[in-house]
């Protein structure tokens, strides 16, 4: 289904489930009482979940298309909460990890010719980014003028978007430590092949990326995960 144009948040939900919960548990869990939960919200448009394909952790995201960021902790996400089964609570509790950062969305670039079909993507690469203040202007306007036309180049492409933080929670722990950053971009594709393509490998060697990554970027978060599940509104 085409995502909203009233989206302006997006809640981004790492989870690790670690050993203590079993994997059936957690998927069950995750699949008939969490996501459906979140989505009886009506400022909570859409859900889904993906799974790690880049051999890092945490091995799960979840992307809520949102209002704006304040709904992902209001007062109607905590009346769900609060309402949650006795499993809900423990499994949330006991999980290994769990990091649910929300953003505002800076802008939308999106393929021309789009429909019901490609949402949600198949595969979504996501790249957060920290910058050096006195280097932001030009960092956006690179990632606007430069960056995001050359990644619509690469076979597959659907959608990016770009995001700025408004809150971050974190439970738990993990090694190496998750780190959060100001921005965030969200590719969506339809292959699997695009980080092997000669268009991704163009991108990431111009001059003005290259100086972007030598002078301006101070830290890097990129994750590449694959469609796990769909979850559909209540009718």
């Not at 959608?159 to 700025?164: A, D, L, M, T, Y």
């Not at 969200?186 to 290259?210: K, Q």
Request: proline letters at 7%; hydrophobic letters at 35%.
């Amino acid at each position: 289904m085409l995502p909203p144009s009233e989206a302006k948040g997006l809640s981004f939900v790492l989870l690790e489930p670690g050993n203590i919960v079993s994997e059936a548990e957690y998927h069950d869990w995750y699949d008939s009482e969490h996501a459906p939960a979140r989505l009886t919200i009506p400022t909570f448009y859409n859900a889904a979940r993906y799974k790690a394909v880049d051999g890092q952790k945490p091995s799960y995201l979840t992307l809520y298309d949102i209002s704006e960021p304040s709904v992902a902790d209001g007062p109607e996400y905590q009346a769900v909460k609060d309402k949650g089964s006795e499993r809900d609570k423990r499994l949330l509790s006991t999980v290994q990890y769990l990091n649910r950062r929300c953003y505002s969305l800076i802008y939308t670039y999106t393929r021309l010719t789009i429909s019901d079909s490609d949402f949600p993507p198949k595969y979504v690469w996501s790249v957060g980014l920290e910058v050096k203040p006195e280097g932001e202007a030009e960092f956006n306007k690179w990632y606007k003028e430069e960056h995001i036309p050359m990644i619509s180049k690469i076979p597959g492409w659907i959608r990016s978007r770009r995001f700025v933080l408004a809150n971050n929670v974190a439970r738990g722990s993990l090694e190496p430590d998750v780190v959060t950053y100001k921005y965030l971009a969200i590719h969506d594709f339809s292959r699997a092949d695009y980080m092997d393509s000669p268009e991704e490998n163009a991108l990431m060697s111009t001059p003005w990326t290259t100086k972007m990554s030598d002078e301006v970027v101070v830290g890097r978060e990129m994750r590449n995960f694959e469609l796990f599940k769909e979850y559909k509104r209540p009718e």
